[in-house]
């Protein structure tokens, strides 16, 4: 059924905390028009019922396994082509889904969208379900957070919006259309785009040296995939540095690096923090980010001309970012080894110049704009 206004239903999922943010920036966008055609719906479809959290609460397990051993997520993904390509998500959905998936349809029935935009493979998929099954006036946009297309990415939806040239290809090689597909830049919060704030003004907002090399050291919302090896590996650097380190949710490391910040050697100023709502700041505050290989966390770092070092892939999507932003864009470097980080750093803190060329990368990223907008110009038209 048609209403009055355009209702818009941005679905919300935590597998990882890029679906949110992604998600959070594309509602963002669409409310930021002021259409009063539009109505918004923000939904944390998983978390309404007892039986989708259980399924929400195996995702968030899946994604701490695979930070923390590599081959778990790359077994996940070869078994999405067991049965075909595209019929192995149907089948996972009508058998081990099945009573979540009656449930997640009835939901959205209450809600009666006209278009439903989601940002991850399973809510994309069951959005497809309710249009067949449900209302077929709806539409079902999709945006894939990632820099590459899997298996289990629906070809079934009416728009499918990717953010690069490498996962616009992917994506016409998993046999989505050229009708099907839009691409627009990286997709990001507003926040981010309109920092304009100086590296030495969020150090004195932190109360970080003014005079120190700045390494921020981050590893996903979670915390995990050898963060512990690398901020370990960084109190060997041999000049002065000051070393911020995001534990995430990992209270376990959070409480370790308080534990040892005053055993460290004198030179190293060590600053461990749980979660941070905006660490983007202290991003900006840095002068270089180790992290793993999160598309947003590496897309963040660019869009605050903060060149980037990647310590870990979690999974062949996190590679495959890991390669756009390195080799391609050129916003930083991929180390195997830790001791390749201190030496990379060493080398940072005595000719700082060295890092130049990624600040420009980084800057051309950040002259390509928000995608965030152009899907909400998209969905302002979209009937």
Same mark, same amino acid.
């Given at each position: 059924?048609?209403?009055?206004?355009?209702?818009?239903?941005?679905?919300?999922?935590?597998? +990882?905390f890029?679906?949110?943010?992604?998600?959070?920036?594309?509602?963002?966008? &669409?409310?930021?028009?002021?259409?009063?055609? &539009?109505?918004? &719906?923000r939904?944390?479809?998983?978390?309404? %019922?007892?039986?989708?959290?259980?399924?929400?609460?195996?995702?968030?397990?899946?994604?701490?396994?695979?930070?923390?051993?590599?081959?778990? $997520?790359?077994?996940?993904?070869?078994?999405?082509?067991?049965? +075909?390509?595209?019929?192995?998500?149907?089948f996972?959905?009508?058998?081990?889904?099945r009573?979540?998936?009656k449930?997640?349809?009835?939901?959205?029935?209450?809600?009666?969208?006209?278009?439903?935009?989601?940002?991850?493979?399973?809510?994309?998929?069951?959005?497809?379900?309710?249009?067949?099954?449900?209302?077929?006036?709806?539409k079902?946009?999709?945006?894939?957070?990632?820099?590459?297309?899997?298996n289990?990415?629906?070809?079934?939806?009416?728009?499918?919006?990717?953010?690069?040239?490498?996962?616009?290809?992917?994506?016409?090689?998993?046999?989505?259309?050229?009708?099907?597909?839009?691409?627009?830049?990286?997709?990001?919060?507003?926040?981010?785009?309109?920092?304009s704030?100086?590296?030495?003004?969020?150090?004195?907002?932190? %109360?970080?040296?003014?005079d120190?090399?700045?390494?921020?050291?981050?590893a996903?919302?979670?915390?995990?995939?050898g963060?512990?090896?690398?901020?370990?590996?960084?109190?060997?650097?041999?000049?002065?540095?000051?070393?911020?380190?995001?534990c995430?949710t990992?209270k376990?490391?959070?409480?370790?690096?308080?534990?040892?910040?005053?055993?460290?050697?004198?030179?190293? %100023?060590?600053?461990p923090?749980?979660?941070?709502?905006k660490?983007y700041?202290?991003?900006?505050?840095s002068?270089? @980010?180790?992290?793993?290989?999160?598309?947003?966390?590496?897309?963040?770092?660019?869009?605050m001309?903060?060149?980037? +070092?990647?310590f870990?892939?979690?999974?062949?999507?996190?590679?495959?970012?890991?390669?756009?932003?390195?080799?391609?864009? $050129?916003? +930083?470097?991929?180390?195997?080894?830790?001791?390749?980080?201190?030496?990379?750093? $060493?080398?940072?803190?005595?000719?700082?110049?060295i @890092?130049?060329?990624?600040?420009?990368?980084?800057q051309?990223?950040r002259?390509?704009?928000?995608?965030?907008?152009?899907?909400?110009?998209?969905?302002?038209?979209?009937?």
């Amino acid at each position: 059924m048609t209403t009055q206004k355009k209702r818009v239903l941005v679905t919300y999922i935590e597998a +990882g905390f890029g679906h949110i943010t992604t998600a959070n920036s594309i509602a963002d966008a &669409i409310e930021a028009l002021h259409d009063p055609n &539009i109505e918004v &719906i923000r939904k944390y479809t998983f978390k309404d %019922d007892p039986h989708l959290h259980k399924i929400e609460k195996s995702f968030v397990r899946d994604v701490k396994w695979a930070n923390t051993f590599p081959w778990h $997520n790359y077994i996940q993904m070869a078994a999405t082509h067991i049965g +075909g390509v595209h019929d192995s998500l149907p089948f996972v959905v009508s058998t081990f889904y099945r009573s979540a998936r009656k449930i997640y349809l009835d939901m959205l029935a209450e809600i009666q969208p006209d278009i439903i935009i989601d940002t991850h493979y399973l809510t994309s998929f069951l959005a497809t379900q309710y249009r067949d099954e449900y209302d077929s006036h709806v539409k079902v946009v999709t945006y894939d957070p990632d820099n590459s297309v899997h298996n289990w990415w629906n070809i079934r939806v009416d728009k499918f919006i990717v953010n690069c040239r490498l996962a616009f290809h992917d994506a016409l090689e998993h046999d989505f259309t050229r009708q099907q597909l839009m691409i627009v830049p990286f997709v990001t919060r507003k926040e981010i785009m309109e920092v304009s704030e100086s590296k030495a003004f969020y150090r004195t907002k932190y %109360d970080l040296p003014q005079d120190r090399f700045t390494v921020m050291v981050a590893a996903g919302g979670y915390g995990k995939s050898g963060m512990n090896r690398v901020v370990d590996a960084l109190m060997h650097v041999k000049h002065p540095i000051t070393v911020i380190a995001i534990c995430g949710t990992n209270k376990r490391l959070f409480k370790r690096l308080q534990r040892i910040k005053k055993q460290v050697a004198p030179h190293i %100023d060590l600053r461990p923090y749980e979660f941070v709502d905006k660490v983007y700041e202290l991003n900006r505050a840095s002068d270089v @980010l180790i992290t793993k290989g999160g598309p947003n966390a590496m897309l963040d770092s660019a869009l605050m001309g903060v060149p980037v +070092g990647v310590f870990y892939c979690a999974s062949d999507i996190e590679y495959q970012s890991m390669h756009l932003f390195t080799s391609i864009l $050129n916003c +930083g470097r991929f180390f195997k080894r830790s001791h390749r980080i201190v030496r990379w750093i $060493n080398e940072c803190v005595t000719n700082p110049a060295i @890092l130049d060329i990624y600040k420009e990368a980084a800057q051309e990223v950040r002259d390509k704009g928000n995608g965030a907008v152009q899907i909400a110009k998209f969905i302002q038209t979209y009937e």
